[in-house]
């Protein structure tokens, strides 16, 4: 991942990742299945719950005898929270935890604004807002009766030509030979400062063929603007700011958790990684929220994070059910995420065709053809925890510093051969020839310390 996209790591499930890609298996279809996001639905555990009968009867009724009722002495629930909005129609949010809670509680802003051009028809049907979260359902309408590639999409403040700082994941992804698409993005916020009351969301659109099929930009693109304006007032009345201000060291490294923002678009939690520490620690292995509502347990699903960056500031995002009231909220995680920094370096030769150095040699050469680099890594233990990812630039053979291509930077995708699962990265480089080797820094490569982590954040 390159630019912003580095820094975002996916925590989307290992459960569920793995069965999507142990059922199909083509690069492609993955790909589609890992932009579109994987959904994790709820993952529940009743309590056992026991309770003495006949004593809790003869209870009651001395309290009835004596004019009380076993109401007025049992802590009751907070009154229900509502939002000011209707729910919204037309979309399946399927087990989706935060849409759900947001949409059943009126959280879920309508907005109904269009924008069409020639055969193309974009429009925003409603957008959910948190401190650093927008969720945006949109119907795109294709009347050209031909197949359309949605290239990509943009979110910037209205008038501005700067896209906002943030990541962005489309479920369900729009097909082809889609006339009429409906869905939603995703999108994590760098920071909270971005958001502004008034926004533009941009498709940009075109007559789908091969030559585009993984391209973000076409000669014959058609770019749909759409203004919509955001209720940040609304959203600022159900967010709370709890510090957390927790010091985790696990074998001499450091992991400070410093807050968690919890909102109904979903729950942020703010940590940094001192430069002090000897191991590049890059998070939490497998994190997730455990809510708890009337003794029921809810597995709250990471939904990525923000690598750290200079800084070591670095972002998690995970679901939330906060307008459900939940009795507690507990961060989960099964230690930190950490690996020799003096190993974060992948030296390839395209020429050659293989790999020179990787950090436990399990980095392949898969391919060169037309400026795109291929390499695999291949996963086959359980207990490798983690993400590839790699920084903005890259270095050649005589020392000159290069970037990607900035209109297609990089894509991945993964797939499942004989029990081991193969995590494809696709770098497209400039057209141009390059010094052999070239050496690649590394943000992210799967290694782990274990040990339980719990943190409450309620």
């Not at 729009?174 to 498709?203: C, G, K, M, Y």
């Not at 009231?325 to 961060?331: A, G, R, Y």
């Not at 040990?451 to 409450?456: F, G, L, N, Q, T």
Request: negative net charge; contains cysteine.
């Amino acid at each position: 991942m390159f630019e912003r996209e580095e820094r975002w790591l996916r925590e989307m499930g290992r459960d569920a990742a793995d069965k999507a890609q142990a059922e199909t298996t083509p690069d492609d279809a993955l790909d589609t299945a890992i932009r579109s996001g994987i959904r994790q639905g709820r993952q529940r555990t009743k309590r056992r719950r026991q309770g003495l009968f006949a004593l809790a009867g003869a209870c009651a009724l001395v309290l009835i005898m004596m004019g009380w009722s076993w109401e007025s002495l049992v802590p009751q629930r907070a009154q229900s929270i509502e939002g000011p909005y209707p729910p919204l129609t037309g979309f399946d949010f399927g087990e989706d935890v935060t849409l759900n809670a947001a949409n059943a509680h009126g959280l879920i802003q309508p907005v109904h604004q269009s924008v069409s051009e020639g055969d193309y028809t974009a429009g925003i049907n409603g957008v959910l807002v948190g401190s650093q979260q927008l969720v945006i359902f949109y119907t795109l309408e294709n009347h050209s009766g031909q197949p359309m590639k949605l290239l990509r999409t943009d979110i910037e403040r209205t008038g501005s030509d700067i896209p906002l700082e943030s990541f962005s994941v489309m479920s369900p992804y729009a097909e082809p030979d889609q006339s009429v698409h409906r869905s939603w993005l995703d999108i994590r916020l760098e920071n909270a400062s971005q958001l502004a009351d008034e926004i533009t969301v941009s498709f940009a659109v075109a007559p789908y063929s091969t030559n585009i099929a993984h391209a973000t930009e076409a000669e014959n693109e058609i770019r749909l603007d759409v203004d919509i304006s955001l209720d940040l007032g609304i959203s600022s009345q159900f967010t709370t700011v709890t510090p957390l201000n927790q010091m985790l060291e696990i074998e001499g490294q450091r992991y400070d958790v410093e807050q968690a923002i919890l909102s109904p678009a979903g729950i942020v939690v703010k940590a940094n990684v001192p430069n002090s520490n000897t191991m590049k620690v890059t998070g939490l292995v497998e994190p997730y929220v455990e809510s708890v509502i009337d003794g029921e347990v809810v597995r709250l699903a990471s939904r990525g994070a923000f690598l750290p960056g200079e800084d070591g500031q670095m972002t998690y995002f995970f679901d939330s059910n906060i307008l459900d009231q939940p009795e507690s909220l507990t961060l989960k995680a099964g230690g930190l995420l950490a690996v020799d920094p003096s190993t974060m370096q992948v030296v390839v030769d395209t020429e050659k065709g293989e790999v020179i150095h990787s950090p436990d040699g399990g980095m392949q050469f898969g391919s060169y053809e037309d400026h795109v680099l291929v390499l695999e890594y291949r996963e086959e233990d359980e207990r490798l925890f983690g993400s590839v990812s790699f920084e903005p630039e890259f270095v050649d053979g005589e020392g000159r510093r290069h970037t990607p291509r900035e209109e297609a930077g990089s894509r991945t995708t993964s797939s499942m051969d004989a029990g081991a699962k193969i995590i494809r990265q696709y770098i497209y480089l400039k057209p141009q020839a390059y010094p052999q080797p070239l050496t690649f820094e590394l943000s992210s490569y799967p290694g782990a310390i274990v040990k339980a982590i719990e943190i409450p954040l309620q």
